[in-house]
């Protein structure tokens, strides 16, 4: 039997929930500096919709670098500002709501 969204009714194959939800996000990646001079890459703006836990573990193998997932937020270790835009387009949210601070 195939198993049918709960959401969009759709089969889960040919579900587009989440395609949806990234396109409706509002990201921020951030760089902040913690004990000891550590800097790590603050990833904020994910709302339920989204499989938060999914994006961190490819974000996670992506960077080569350790983390966690919590409150809505990724916490990278390490600087990744820089690139971190481009993996996120290649995630499949949009250009125009991707914000990186410096």
Do not use: W
Request: glycine content about 8%; proline content about 2%.
């Amino acid at each position: 039997m195939v198993d049918v969204c709960n959401q969009c009714g759709l089969p889960q194959d040919l579900c587009v929930c989440e395609a949806i939800a990234r396109e409706q996000q509002k990201i921020t990646v951030v760089i902040e500096k913690r004990k000891f001079g550590k800097k790590y890459t603050i990833i904020r703006g994910f709302e339920n919709e989204v499989n938060i836990d999914e994006i961190f573990r490819k974000l996670k193998s992506k960077f080569a670098c350790g983390g966690t997932a919590k409150n809505g937020q990724i916490e990278l270790q390490g600087d990744h500002k820089s690139r971190m835009k481009q993996v996120l387009l290649d995630l499949g949210f949009p250009e125009e709501t991707i914000e990186v601070q410096s």
